[in-house]
């Protein structure tokens, strides 16, 4: 396990400029580089064979982005 926190992730995403709209993690564990995709309105293809994150992920991809004004 690698945990990292969702607001570094997004920075880093961030960090990669507009130009890329779809990003790969490998290696998804819990869905923190997916998570912060979608937070920046771009796709993500994660990769996992753990079954046990595959379901912590997809239940962290469900929930609903909300803007912030």
Known sequence: PCPKPLQWMTWALALAGDD?????????GSGTTGRAAKD?????????REERYCE????????E?????
């Open 20 to 28: 890329v709209q779809t990003i790969i993690d490998p290696f998804a």
């Open 40 to 48: 920046l309105g771009r796709k993500c293809v994660m990769i996992e």
């Open 56 to 63: 912590i992920a997809a239940n962290r991809m469900r929930q």
């Open 65 to 69: 982005v909300l803007p912030i004004f």
